[in-house]
C-alpha cells in the first residue's frame, strides 16, 4: 500500500542533500529582488533561466519560476550537447525543488533521481562553477564564497573562460590597490582565454590605469569599444576609468551612453553623481560658473536615493556614499 507521508519525507530528505540554489543559504534579506532580477535581463538565456528562477521563487511566483528553469533546461542542451547532463545537475535540483514546493511530489522524486554529483566533500566543477556565479550575483557579503567555489572550479578545468571570467570579476570588486594585484593577473589570464571579450578588457583596463600603465589601458579601452561599444558593462568600466583620470566629459559621455541600456543601474547613477560632483567643485573653484553640474548631480543623486531609500544592501556603493563627503555635502544642493 502507497504511504504518502513516507514518500514525501523521504523526498524531503533526499531535497536536502542537493547542491542547487535552495540549499545554498541564499537569504532574501541580503539582496533587493527587484534589481536583481532587472539586471538578470541583461544577461544571456542561460544565466537569466538559473538565477532568474531562484529569483521568481523568493518573490512568490513559483510557475514563474519553473518557466525559467525550463527555458534554461533548453538552452543547455543546445549550447553544450554532450555535456549537458554535467550542466544540467544545479537546474535538476532546483526543478527538484520547486516541483516539492508546488505539490507534485512524484515529480520533485523524479528529479531527484536525474541528479547526480561528486561526493559530499568535492563537487563537480560544473556544480562548483554555478555556484560561484550564483554567489557573485546575489550579495555582495558572499563574493568570498564565490572566490573559493571558483578556484575549486578551476582546480579541475584550469582553462574554462567562463570560470576564469568570473574569477577574474570576482577579484576585481574585492581587491585594493596593491604592489601585487592578483586582480590583474587573473584578468590577464581570462584574456588569453577569451582575448576579445570586451567587458574584461575594459576591467583590465581600470586596474591598469591605477598602477599609471595607461599607454597599455587605452589600447584596451580601444580593443573594448570596437569589440563591443554597447555594452552597458563595457561603458560604466570605461567611465569608471575615465573618472579616475579626472576626464569627467568623457566620463560623463560613456555612463549616459550605458544608462540608454541600463537605466536601473545603481552603479551608473552613482558614478554620474560622483562626475557632477566633481564638476561641481572644479567650477566653484573658477568663478563665475555654470550651474549645470549642480543641477545634473542633484538629479542623479535623487535617483541614486531613491534605490538607497528602497534597499540599503542594493550596491556597497551606495553604502559608501551615504558615508562618504560626496552625499553629505550634497544633501544641502537638491531643489
Not at 542542451?77 to 537546474?91: A, H
Request: glycine share 2%; proline share 3%.
Amino acid at each position: 500500500m502507497f504511504d504518502l507521508v513516507t514518500f514525501i519525507k523521504d523526498t524531503c530528505l533526499r531535497l536536502q542533500q542537493l547542491q542547487c540554489h535552495f540549499t545554498w543559504d541564499l537569504k532574501k534579506d541580503e539582496v533587493d529582488l527587484e534589481n536583481l532580477s532587472t539586471r538578470l535581463q541583461a544577461h544571456i538565456q542561460l544565466q537569466l533561466g538559473q538565477h532568474g528562477a531562484v529569483t521568481r521563487y523568493l518573490q512568490d511566483q513559483p510557475e514563474e519560476a519553473l518557466s525559467l528553469l525550463n527555458q534554461s533546461e533548453e538552452t543547455i542542451l543546445e549550447w553544450y550537447g554532450d555535456e549537458s547532463e554535467r550542466r544540467l545537475i544545479v537546474t535538476y535540483g532546483d526543478m527538484a525543488w520547486l516541483k516539492y514546493h508546488t505539490r507534485d511530489y512524484t515529480q520533485s522524486q523524479s528529479y531527484c533521481q536525474r541528479y547526480t554529483t561528486g561526493s559530499s566533500t568535492s563537487l563537480l566543477p560544473e556544480v562548483y562553477g554555478e555556484k560561484a556565479w550564483t554567489y557573485l550575483k546575489f550579495s555582495w557579503s558572499s563574493l568570498s564564497k564565490a572566490i573559493d567555489c571558483f578556484r575549486k572550479a578551476l582546480e579541475v578545468q584550469t582553462r574554462d573562460s567562463e570560470w576564469n571570467a568570473g574569477y577574474a570579476i570576482a577579484l576585481f570588486r574585492t581587491e585594493q590597490v596593491s604592489e601585487e594585484s592578483l586582480a590583474m593577473k587573473q584578468l590577464r589570464f581570462a584574456l588569453e582565454i577569451s582575448p576579445d571579450d570586451a567587458v574584461l578588457q575594459s576591467m583590465l583596463a581600470v586596474k591598469l590605469g591605477s598602477y599609471k600603465k595607461y599607454e597599455e589601458a587605452e589600447d584596451l579601452l580601444n580593443k573594448a569599444l570596437k569589440t563591443d561599444p554597447d555594452n552597458p558593462h563595457v561603458s560604466r568600466y570605461i567611465g569608471k576609468y575615465f573618472r579616475n583620470q579626472y576626464r569627467l566629459d568623457e566620463s560623463i559621455d560613456m555612463l549616459e551612453r550605458a544608462l540608454k541600456r541600463a537605466d536601473q543601474s545603481p552603479f551608473i547613477h552613482h558614478q554620474l553623481a560622483l562626475c557632477y560632483k566633481r564638476k561641481k567643485i572644479a567650477e566653484q573653484s573658477r568663478k563665475p560658473f555654470s550651474n549645470q553640474s549642480t543641477h545634473r548631480h542633484a538629479a542623479y543623486l535623487k535617483v541614486l536615493l531613491h534605490f538607497n531609500k528602497h534597499n540599503s544592501k542594493l550596491n556597497p556603493a551606495l553604502l559608501l556614499h551615504r558615508r562618504g563627503a560626496v552625499l553629505e555635502a550634497s544633501l544641502h544642493s537638491l531643489p
